[in-house]
């Protein structure tokens, strides 16, 4: 912990004999106020000027967290703590505080805090789930019950052939729902899969092979680039399910009037890695569906085999690895996901 005064009159600024330590310096410390401030991060620089000119004009003292970049480039969060020092007429002849090194704490609680973030978002999910189960199979179960009475009750022959024939429809539709749910359980699943350092280019080329008659009958013309991020630490099955789910959809719901372009790539922004895909399809109309578009058995185009769980199984398995979704789309000029992996 460095112990720091500065006086006001000559706003020259002193530091005890251990300041060297957490600037990272070669010698102990010796500079102005604004140059101790400029070790803050950007962002932060303005919160401790702001905190000084508080407490020299005002008289008010302050208890901050800090993000510091040292003389050796690294990073670490600080506790920058001051009083001011007032004479007998108010005025604020100095100001004596304290910068100290609090970064393994603060690793510990933002650690906590995502991890507190990533249980909530898991409930969620859960209470989600407990809900599609309730309200889908209640209504499947309803349907089978009324059709046996129906059953039972028919008067002819040619009655009861007509309503198995319902039950046998009611029948498919719920094993198709059995098999939809077991999809989202297997999501929650293989959340303890290990992880795989895995090149985008590679899993998205394999999906292509996957797909290349869908492609081929659609004429859709595919760019990729992956050179801005090559790689990332992933469930190998989820990337390789939410890159096909990506390419279906597009596919699925191609422009009749224009050749297909899916254009992907990725790239890193404040050490979080992106996935953008993007597609010249129908679009999506976001003011009538935009709540809707990641929920399950949500169609928005009148395709006979859109099925609505494609994108609800993608954003269960980006979201259960502390990922984010987001999509953009314009009816007749196409759609993006900007998706944040990591």
């Known amino acids: ?3 720091w005064e500065l006086e006001i009159g000559s706003m020259s600024l002193s530091f005890s004999k251990n300041s060297h330590d957490i600037f990272e310096l070669n010698m102990p410390a010796s500079f102005s106020i604004n140059e101790m401030i400029s070790f803050f991060e950007p962002s932060h620089c303005i919160i401790a000027d702001d905190a000084i000119e508080d407490a020299i004009g005002n008289g008010k003292p302050f208890d901050l967290e800090l993000s510091l970049r040292t003389a050796k480039n690294n990073v670490i969060w600080t506790r920058f703590k001051a009083s001011p020092v007032i004479d007998e007429y108010g005025k604020c002849v100095s100001i004596q505080g304290i910068l100290q090194d609090i970064d393994e704490y603060k690793q510990r609680e933002i650690v906590l805090q995502n991890s507190l973030a990533m249980a909530n978002e898991r409930n969620k999910r859960l209470q989600n789930f407990a809900y599609i189960v309730s309200h889908n199979l209640r209504t499947h179960t309803g349907n089978l019950q009324s059709m046996v009475e129906m059953h039972n009750h028919a008067h002819t022959e040619d009655e009861r052939v007509a309503i198995f024939g319902h039950i046998q429809s009611v029948s498919d539709s719920l ?26 280019e590679t899993v998205f080329t394999n999906m292509l092979r996957v797909l290349s008659n869908n492609i081929d009958e659609a004429n ?75 929920g399950m058995y949500k169609t928005f185009h009148n395709n006979p085999d859109s099925q609505g769980i494609g994108l609800f199984i993608t954003r269960n398995q980006v979201e ?23």
């Open 1 to 3: 912990m460095v112990i």
């Open 175 to 200: 094993n198709l729902t059995v098999k939809d749910l077991e999809q989202v359980v297997r999501v929650q699943a293989e959340i303890s899969s290990d992880k795989k350092i895995i090149k985008f």
């Open 220 to 294: 859709a013309a595919i760019e990729y680039d992956f050179s801005r991020c090559t790689a990332t630490n992933y469930i190998p099955a989820y990337l390789e399910s939410i890159l096909q789910n990506l390419l279906t959809n597009a596919l699925k719901y191609r422009h009749p009037h224009r050749q297909l372009v899916i254009k992907c790539h990725t790239y890193i922004k404040n050490k979080h890695i992106y996935l953008i895909f993007e597609d010249n399809g129908l679009g999506i109309n976001m003011a009538r569906h935009g709540n809707d578009v990641f």
């Open 320 to 342: 259960s690895l502390g990922g984010s979704i987001k999509l953009e789309s314009v009816v007749n000029e196409g759609t993006k996901f900007t998706i944040r992996l990591t």
